[in-house]
């Protein structure tokens, strides 16, 4: 089956800084990314829509200028939390569709801003 | 937008059939999907319905009325390890998936 993998799975940094996620698409070429965030307890809220060679699209809530995506290839994609702050914190998770338009999920980041 | 509803918590015994259902509010609909969570992992799928009825898959089945808006999931012969989130999620005509905030399954022997 198809894989998507996701680095780092765990990142503690500090408030302030900036953190840089990567979603790859290990065996297949994903023309779409999805970017989902969880906090504990609640389930998975779609973030933004990344498209390859395009700007991706927010979605209503979720800051752009914060949340910078960046999708330069057919299996990379990354998201970049800038001047994280705790409220930050959360699991972030990746998912990329194929050709037949099905999603796949990566493992999901664990992000804890001190 | 999706408005998708689904129980908080469900408690069941080791061998027993389970049922989590699912009501959904939909802008635009192009499926229906079960994953299953377990904590402090990534969602994994379970199954797909587009069309109404059953959709079976050893263990788990899953079932669709477009018209009432309305799906199940039943888990049969429970087992420990089932005890998970369970999420239903409604994709749109953009390929978007909305989850709704998941039904947690505890197995009890």
């Known amino acids: 089956g198809a894989v998507v993998s996701q680095h780092p799975s765990r990142v503690i940094c500090k408030s302030g800084t900036s953190v840089k996620i990567e979603c790859r698409s290990l065996?297949?070429?994903?023309?779409?990314m999805f970017w989902y965030r969880q906090f504990p307890k609640q389930s998975l809220m779609l973030m933004a829509t990344s498209n390859e060679g395009s700007k991706a699209t927010y979605e209503q809530g979720v800051e752009k200028d914060k949340f910078l995506i960046n999708h330069a290839s057919l299996t990379l994609s990354t998201l970049t939390v800038t001047s994280a702050h705790p409220e930050d914190s959360s699991f972030y998770i990746c998912?990329?569709?194929?050709?037949?338009?099905?999603?796949?999920f990566g493992p999901g980041t664990r992000l804890t801003v001190l | 937008g999706q408005n998708i509803d689904q129980p908080t918590e469900m408690t069941a015994t080791e061998g027993a059939i389970v049922q989590i259902n699912c009501t959904y509010q939909t802008s635009g609909f192009n499926g229906l999907f079960w994953y299953q969570q377990h904590a402090g992992e990534a969602p994994t799928f379970l199954s797909y319905n587009v069309l109404d009825g059953l959709e079976e898959k050893g263990r788990f089945s899953s079932f669709l009325s477009r018209s009432k808006g309305y799906s199940y999931l039943l888990l049969k012969e429970l087992q420990m390890k089932d005890s998970a989130s369970y999420l239903c999620a409604v994709r749109d005509n953009d390929y978007k998936l909305s989850f709704g905030a998941g039904t947690t399954v505890t197995v009890r022997a």
């Open positions: 998912s990329a569709t194929d050709v037949y338009n099905e999603q796949f």
């Open positions: 065996d297949f070429q994903a023309t779409t």
